[in-house]
């Protein structure tokens, strides 16, 4: 089997994280991770330390790079506003672009990874199951910009594009914006702790609409599958878990498994609570020897707030990917005290 070799772009985040991890054990691969910021956890990839928006610092990095042959771009710099993201989210894509084509002869594919913010479920209730080929809500968003722009340079070009769209990506990394893992983790230990029944944070609406989810790990199966596959160059595709649920009913689980009851619907400010409970979270973290994770590290209250505060359906089509070859799938109700019991495991909860 001709070996691989994969550029993960964001290689600390979650997605990036897990895209790694799935990556590197696959001996068809090797796999490089570039990020700002060093390795907080032991890999087998190549890693380099780069600030996509920096064009020249790309350029200087990347130019010894021409093994080359499949990128994963799961890098995202968050800004106050979703207009403020458009400009430097695709000047960090083009800049990868322009220092890597002239290196890496071999290159085969460049894969987006976006969300269902595509479809504008950040915006209020929207058409669902959402479908790649619904028309787009008339917003800001880079998921557009670098779309477009990534289509239109691949015109007359050997290499593929393709783009994956999850929702409620579930895994675990440090200071990631939208790790939704390590919210609820913290925040059933916190309860835990304090002897409180583990009440639903967000909006009673939210608590009883449809929702899905992603494994991370999952994910990036599906990213690495979706990159080789033939069938599935230059397109788009939705990719989450493969079922549906309501926080309602999966809360139970999620509270059994802190030995907590499940509580009815509090709606808190998750920014306000997190920020007040740094202190608790240290008390924690002291009295069950957990790894030295600040609060801060590991959850985003203001993320969290937008989480469960969507009161409507939140699904996204996956037929097209079944179509294509994709028939894998993760029950979520069981995914989520699976994945809390490995935070358990590695000391990052009590």
């Given at each position: 089997?001709a070996?691989?070799?994969?550029?993960?772009?964001?290689?600390?985040?979650?997605?990036?994280?897990?895209?790694?991890?799935?990556?590197?054990?696959?001996?068809?691969?090797?796999?490089?991770?570039?990020?700002?910021?060093?390795?907080?956890?032991?890999?087998?990839?190549?890693?380099?330390?780069?600030?996509?928006?920096?064009?020249?610092?790309?350029?200087?990095?990347?130019r010894?790079?021409?093994?080359?042959?499949?990128?994963?771009?799961?890098?995202?710099?968050?800004?106050?506003?979703?207009?403020?993201?458009?400009?430097?989210?695709?000047?960090?894509?083009?800049?990868?672009?322009?220092?890597?084509?002239?290196?890496?002869?071999?290159?085969?594919?460049?894969?987006?990874?976006?969300?269902?913010?595509?479809?504008?479920?950040?915006?209020?209730?929207?058409?669902?199951?959402?479908?790649?080929?619904?028309?787009?809500?008339?917003?800001?968003?880079?998921?557009?910009?670098?779309?477009?722009?990534?289509?239109?340079?691949?015109?007359?070009?050997?290499?593929?594009?393709?783009?994956v769209?999850?929702?409620?990506?579930?895994?675990?990394?440090?200071?990631?914006?939208?790790s939704?893992?390590t919210?609820?983790a913290?925040?059933?230990?916190?309860?835990?702790?304090?002897?409180?029944?583990?009440?639903?944070?967000?909006?009673?609406?939210?608590?009883?609409?449809?929702?899905?989810?992603?494994?991370?790990?999952?994910?990036?199966?599906?990213?690495?599958?979706?990159?080789?596959?033939?069938?599935?160059?230059?397109?788009?595709?939705?990719?989450?878990?493969?079922?549906?649920?309501?926080?309602?009913?999966?809360?139970?689980?999620?509270?059994?498994?802190?030995?907590?009851?499940?509580?009815?619907?509090?709606?808190?400010?998750?920014?306000?609570?997190?920020?007040?409970?740094?202190?608790?979270w240290?008390?924690?973290?002291?009295?069950?020897?957990?790894?030295?994770?600040?609060?801060?590290?590991?959850?985003?209250?203001?993320?969290?707030?937008?989480?469960?505060?969507?009161?409507?359906?939140?699904?996204?089509s996956?037929?097209?990917?079944?179509?294509?070859?994709?028939?894998?799938?993760?029950d979520?109700?069981?995914?989520?005290?699976?994945?809390?019991?490995?935070?358990?495991d590695?000391?990052?909860?009590?």
């Open positions: 089997m070996k691989k070799t994969a550029l993960v772009l964001g290689a600390l985040g979650v997605v990036g994280r897990a895209t790694m991890t799935h990556l590197a054990a696959r001996p068809e691969w090797e796999v490089i991770g570039l990020s700002r910021r060093a390795p907080d956890f032991e890999t087998s990839a190549r890693f380099l330390q780069v600030d996509l928006s920096d064009a020249t610092a790309c350029r200087d990095a990347l010894g790079l021409a093994d080359v042959t499949h990128v994963f771009f799961c890098a995202y710099a968050p800004r106050p506003t979703y207009e403020a993201e458009v400009d430097v989210n695709l000047a960090m894509l083009q800049n990868l672009t322009a220092a890597l084509e002239p290196a890496a002869s071999g290159l085969a594919h460049i894969q987006l990874v976006h969300g269902s913010k595509w479809y504008g479920c950040h915006l209020g209730p929207y058409k669902t199951p959402a479908r790649e080929d619904d028309p787009r809500p008339d917003i800001p968003c880079f998921y557009f910009a670098q779309q477009d722009w990534l289509e239109a340079h691949q015109r007359g070009r050997d290499w593929t594009w393709s783009a769209r999850p929702h409620g990506i579930c895994g675990f990394a440090v200071g990631s914006p939208i939704q893992l919210n609820l913290a925040f059933g230990a916190i309860s835990a702790h304090l002897g409180l029944p583990l009440s639903f944070p967000g909006k009673p609406g939210a608590f009883t609409s449809l929702y899905q989810t992603t494994e991370a790990s999952f994910l990036a199966e599906a990213m690495a599958w979706i990159a080789t596959a033939p069938q599935c160059a230059n397109e788009a595709y939705n990719v989450t878990n493969g079922d549906i649920f309501r926080w309602e009913q999966l809360w139970p689980a999620v509270a059994d498994f802190f030995g907590i009851e499940p509580g009815p619907v509090r709606t808190l400010d998750l920014a306000v609570f997190m920020a007040e409970k740094a202190a608790v240290e008390d924690i973290r002291a009295t069950h020897g957990l790894r030295d994770y600040r609060l801060g590290d590991l959850t985003n209250g203001a993320w969290a707030n937008w989480l469960y505060g969507t009161d409507y359906d939140i699904v996204s996956t037929s097209k990917l079944r179509q294509a070859g994709w028939h894998r799938m993760v979520s109700e069981a995914m989520y005290p699976r994945l809390l019991q490995g935070l358990r590695q000391r990052i909860i009590p």
